[in-house]
């Protein structure tokens, strides 16, 4: 997933366009958004990044390609989830030649 926000650099809106596209190494095209032209003029924007009609979770190698004119672009991308967060588990006291049924030494 990643947003977008476009912001025009001059007063004509004819003139301000921009197309944001997300492709993998085999040059598909995966998601695709803008500003203008054939996309809508909102100025923020956010995609979710799909394919094959699944959204994409898994590493790899991703590009994005940025076109345009008469604009600057501020995007931001969040991948995966943060790393699992860590659950402590209190460690069992065991004493000296002291055993529960089904535990302990076995010969």
């Given at each position: 997933?990643?947003?977008?926000?476009?912001?025009?650099?001059?007063?004509?809106?004819?003139?301000?366009?921009?197309?944001?596209?997300?492709?993998?190494?085999?040059?598909?095209?995966?998601?695709?958004d803008g500003?203008?032209?054939?996309?809508?003029?909102?100025?923020?924007k956010?995609?979710?990044?799909?394919?094959?009609?699944?959204?994409?979770?898994?590493?790899?190698?991703?590009?994005?390609?940025?076109?345009?004119?008469f604009?600057?672009?501020?995007?931001?991308?969040?991948?995966?989830?943060?790393?699992?967060?860590?659950?402590?588990?209190?460690?069992?006291?065991?004493?000296?030649?002291?055993?529960?049924?089904?535990?302990?030494?076995?010969l």
């Amino acid at each position: 997933m990643f947003s977008f926000t476009v912001h025009p650099n001059v007063t004509n809106p004819l003139l301000v366009w921009a197309k944001l596209t997300v492709s993998d190494p085999w040059q598909r095209i995966i998601a695709e958004d803008g500003y203008n032209r054939v996309y809508s003029s909102e100025e923020t924007k956010t995609i979710m990044v799909y394919r094959e009609g699944i959204m994409v979770y898994r590493e790899g190698i991703h590009y994005l390609t940025i076109e345009g004119e008469f604009a600057s672009v501020d995007y931001s991308i969040k991948t995966g989830n943060p790393a699992p967060e860590i659950t402590p588990t209190p460690v069992q006291e065991y004493y000296e030649n002291e055993w529960f049924e089904g535990e302990g030494p076995y010969l």
